[in-house]
């Protein structure tokens, strides 16, 4: 996400409902979720001082993961951070879910994917087709332009779910 407001912008609010009304914030996602029962063990944000936003799957700490992750995903560049980050315990199963906050419709549209070939973007267009693949998504659809951050976000997803065998979710706050 862009450089958060001082009291103002998706971001901000989104913190700021975190801490301020935890309780109410967990009861909505879960509705959301369809999980009136489960219950959300939080990894970020926390309200630890000088927290950083997780990225990639970094969250997620298990060197097979690690290891499967380098080979899916380029490791130069920038990676994608995460605006919330929660384990959704809902009986025997868990589930992580994958928060990205959005005010409006707008904040949908993103730069570019900026990746250079010597930067992996050749793995990152691999990557975006083989998810697009498994979706039904045209191949000609580009993936590289306006949404591009929305569909990083799918190909982690598509990660979690089909090669580490870790059941998540993406939700849009």
């Given at each position: 996400?862009?450089?958060?407001?001082?009291?103002?912008?998706?971001?901000?609010?989104?913190?700021?409902?975190?801490?301020?009304?935890?309780?109410?914030?967990?009861?909505?996602?879960?509705?959301?979720?369809?999980?009136?029962?489960?219950?959300?063990?939080?990894?970020?944000?926390?309200?630890?001082?000088?927290?950083?936003?997780?990225?990639?799957?970094?969250?997620?700490?298990?060197?097979?993961?690690s290891a499967l992750w380098k080979d899916f995903?380029?490791?130069?560049?920038?990676?994608?951070?995460?605006?919330?980050?929660?384990?959704?315990?809902?009986?025997?199963?868990?589930?992580?879910?994958?928060?990205?906050?959005?005010?409006?419709?707008?904040?949908?549209?993103?730069?570019?994917?900026?990746?250079?070939?010597?930067?992996?973007?050749?793995?990152?267009?691999?990557?975006?087709?083989?998810?697009?693949?498994?979706?039904?998504?045209?191949?000609?659809?580009?993936?590289?332009?306006?949404?591009?951050?929305?569909?990083?976000?799918?190909?982690?997803?598509?990660?979690?779910?089909?090669?580490?065998?870790?059941?998540?979710r993406l939700l849009h706050v």
């Amino acid at each position: 996400m862009g450089k958060r407001g001082d009291g103002f912008g998706s971001e901000d609010h989104f913190l700021r409902y975190r801490s301020d009304r935890p309780v109410e914030l967990d009861r909505a996602i879960l509705a959301a979720l369809q999980a009136p029962r489960g219950r959300l063990e939080w990894i970020y944000p926390c309200g630890v001082q000088d927290e950083r936003e997780p990225t990639g799957v970094s969250f997620v700490e298990d060197p097979r993961i690690s290891a499967l992750w380098k080979d899916f995903w380029p490791q130069r560049g920038r990676a994608q951070t995460w605006d919330g980050i929660a384990k959704l315990v809902n009986g025997d199963v868990v589930e992580w879910v994958l928060i990205e906050v959005k005010a409006n419709a707008p904040e949908f549209v993103t730069p570019p994917c900026a990746a250079s070939r010597e930067g992996g973007r050749s793995v990152i267009e691999r990557t975006l087709n083989r998810v697009k693949s498994e979706l039904g998504v045209h191949r000609h659809h580009s993936w590289l332009g306006t949404y591009y951050q929305y569909a990083n976000r799918l190909a982690v997803l598509s990660f979690l779910n089909n090669r580490a065998k870790m059941p998540a979710r993406l939700l849009h706050v």
